[in-house]
T-cell receptor, first 113, second 115 residues
Framework: EAAVTQSPRNKVTVTGGNVTLSCRQTNSHNYMYWYRQDTGHGLRLIHYSYGAGNLQIGDVPDGYKATRTTQEDFFLLLELASPSQTSLYFC????????????FGPGTRLTVL | GEKVEQHESTLSVREGDSAVINCTYTDTASSYFPWYKQEAGKSLHFVIDIRSNVDRKQSQRLIVLLDKKAKRFSLHITATQPEDSAIYFCAASRQPGTGSNRLTFGKGTKFSLIP
């Protein structure tokens, strides 16, 4: 089974703070995704990538940067965190060609005070 | 862009009864429709999907129906059991396995059994 890990699992920061969320997958999947989950909005795509060095914009990218340094690692950066970014963040991966199921990490709960 | 509307925000049935969760989508080019399940306090995992070349798919007690003309698809859970209680998300995608491979999710349906 695909393994996707996220760190940290919980994070509290202040408005204007700098936060990096990390995601690693160990199944050589091509695609990786960052989502946020909020009550009343479901799951919304922030950024995604189909390989190292590649970045694609999702549906709610404002205030977020992302970087895919290797096939395994995908980072989400909040350079000036705001309370509106308080959310539950999920990373996911999928094989891409030949496989479409997305495998989700355990999530990171971020609170911006 | 694609919009996916999930019609039931909450749904409750008695154990053993069937349940139906309905979703509609806007993009006529969407061709892949998966469902994901999120149990309380946990992450999401895939449960079943359907592609636009078929109108029905079954996996054990789960049935997915697709009506392309109406741009509607639904998840039927038969003979419901306590382990079915969860939030269910529908999603849609244009080109699974190629291109962007991205999903647009509905807002989720919180499904539970009536005690």
């Amino acid at each position: 089974e695909a393994a996707v890990t996220q760190s940290p699992r919980n994070k509290v920061t202040v408005t204007g703070g700098n936060v990096t969320l990390s995601c690693r997958q160990t199944n050589s999947h091509n695609y990786m995704y960052w989502y946020r989950q909020d009550t009343g909005h479901g799951l919304r795509l922030i950024h995604y990538s189909y390989g190292a060095g590649n970045l694609q914009i999702g549906d709610v990218p404002d205030g977020y940067k992302a970087t895919r340094t290797t096939q395994e690692d995908f980072f989400l950066l909040l350079e000036l965190a705001s309370p509106s970014q308080t959310s539950l963040y999920f990373c996911a991966s999928s094989p891409g060609t030949g496989g479409v199921e997305q495998y989700f990490g355990p999530g990171t709960r971020l609170t911006v005070l | 862009g694609e919009k996916v509307e999930q019609h039931e925000s909450t749904l409750s049935v008695r154990e053993g009864d069937s349940a139906v969760i309905n979703c509609t989508y806007t993009d006529t080019a969407s061709s892949y429709f998966p469902w994901y399940k999120q149990e309380a306090g946990k992450s999401l995992h895939f449960v079943i999907d359907i592609r636009s070349n078929v109108d029905r798919k079954q996996s054990q007690r789960l049935i997915v129906l697709l009506d392309k003309k109406a741009k509607r698809f639904s998840l039927h859970i038969t003979a419901t059991q306590p382990e079915d209680s969860a939030i269910y998300f529908c999603a849609a995608s244009r080109q699974p396995g190629t291109g962007s491979n991205r999903l647009t999710f509905g807002k989720g349906t919180k499904f539970s059994l009536i005690p």
